[in-house]
């Protein structure tokens, strides 16, 4: 053996020895589970994973990892579309291991491990009719997804995920492991609530939870594309006139070849009014009568689980596609702005790139702006996001230049440059800065106090003041 092998594994030894977890080397068998991520696109290898079982395997990687002068990054989900989890030749932090979700049906609440899936917290809700508002696809990261901010089809009626984020423990870089909560350590707290990953590695989550299903309603409408402005307009009457329990989104997209979806409208390009109701039938009913009457080329309108409507996208966003995502939001929706966006849709060149509009109001616009550090307006009427997918890496860079240009084209109506922090493909310090507004200073003092040598830094990072 040869003195540098010698030295590389003494290396790592001592991490194997101060871990209960594995860690992975990349010629390991089970390494390319701890380094796989969801974007297709991005090639990156870490030297080392470190599949954590504790927060205290969290705390000895975090010491080894600094010791030995590695580039850190940490792995919820591996749903970062910029593919934050990993650097090359750096450490993984892994948090796969860690995915026990307890729910107390009692206090609806419920504990949720750092590197579980919304599948998982959702299933586990669930088995008490009860459940967190969280993203639209339940193979992402709770996670990621929480410390940005966390939006889906329950936050008109129960806000972010962070505004119902209860406490977490989490491992600080010098190893110490606390929790944060409105009482324990209340600045970390504020700042774990959008501030992303970068005060230290949450190894649990405390929600609290509302009552939801288990059955709810879906409507989906969807219009052809020569109708692409009109459906929009009408969506954003009927989402600018929606109940509180009931969410939603439009969706410029291509028809999924489903079987609710006749033969001949399979991958037809179009948009989609998605609503998702949680009242009743008969509320449901009358809710949805106005997109009904407007003659889609074709409606999917039925009750079906919460866990299913959960699940419904997943299919849509599959393991491995090459993606990029740009957005920001907006304060209105003006007719020019839906004319630049059904241009878009019309000039779209891959059938799996969408344009999507996530209305916001209800109880997301409920909480002050200051009471969290969410990268985001709290009076934004929309997220619009332009997600270019595609399944062959031939075709990337057309589909990014499509994402770029029409993001170009609809910024003169953004409510500026800054954006949802977790659907940033590229974590440009401007947009990022701007995202946080007036907010980055605190989060940068935050910052100071828990990672004065800015340690977590692959994410949209908040520098040391
Ligand atoms: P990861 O790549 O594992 O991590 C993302 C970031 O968080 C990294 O910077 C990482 O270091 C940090 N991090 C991860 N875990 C921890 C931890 N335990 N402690 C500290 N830092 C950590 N967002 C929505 O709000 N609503 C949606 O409906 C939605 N849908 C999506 C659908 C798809 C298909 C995809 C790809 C993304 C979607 N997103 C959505 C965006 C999503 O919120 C982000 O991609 C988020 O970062 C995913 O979290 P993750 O844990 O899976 O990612």
Known sequence: MSTTTNAMSSW???????????????????????????????????AVVARC???????????????????????GGGHSV????????????????????????????????????????????????????????????VAGLTLGGGFGWLTPMAGLTIDNLISAEVVLVDGRI?????HECPDLFWALRGGGGNFGVVTEFEFQLHAVGPMVH?????????????????????FADGPRNAGGAMVGMNAPPAPFVPETAHFAPGVALVVAGFGTADEHAALIASLREAGPL?????????????????????????????????????????????????????????????????????????ATAFGGRRSATYALVIDANVPDPRMFDAERQWARSTWDALLPFAAG????????????EDRVRASYGAKYERLALIKTVHDPRNVLRANANIKPA
């Open 178 to 182: 606390v929790r944060a909560s409105a």
């Open 218 to 238: 879906l409507g989906m409408f969807f219009f052809e594309l020569d109708r692409a402005e009109e459906a929009i307009r009408l969506g954003r009457k009927f």
């Open 298 to 370: 074709f409606e999917f309108v039925t009750p079906m689980p919460y866990v299913a409507l959960q699940q419904m996208l997943d299919e849509g966003a599959p393991w491995g596609v090459h993606s990029y995502t740009k957005g920001f939001y907006l304060d209105e929706l003006p007719d020019r702005a839906i004319d630049v966006v059904a241009a878009a849709l019309r000039a779209k060149p891959s059938p799996m790139s969408q344009v999507l509009l996530f209305p916001f109001g209800g109880a997301f616009a409920d909480v002050p702006d200051e």
């Open 417 to 428: 440059v800054g954006s949802y922090v977790n659907m940033m493909s590229e974590f440009d």
């Open 82 to 141: 910029a593919g934050a989890a990993v650097i090359d030749g750096g450490m993984t932090i892994d948090l796969s291991r860690l995915t026990e979700v307890v729910v107390d049906p009692v206090a609806r609440r419920a504990r949720c491990g750092g590197g579980a899936t919304l599948a998982k917290l959702d299933a586990a809700c669930q088995e008490h009719g009860l459940a967190v508002p969280a993203g639209t696809v339940s193979h992402t990261g």
């Open 12 to 46: 790592i030894d001592a991490l194997r020895a101060a871990m209960d977890g594995q860690v992975l080397l990349p010629d390991d068998p089970d390494y390319d589970r701890g380094a796989l991520i969801w974007n297709g696109a991005i090639d990156r290898s870490p």
């Open 53 to 75: 079982a504790s927060a205290a395997d969290v705390a000895a990687a975090l010491r080894w990892g600094q010791e030995n002068g590695l580039d850190i990054a940490v792995r």
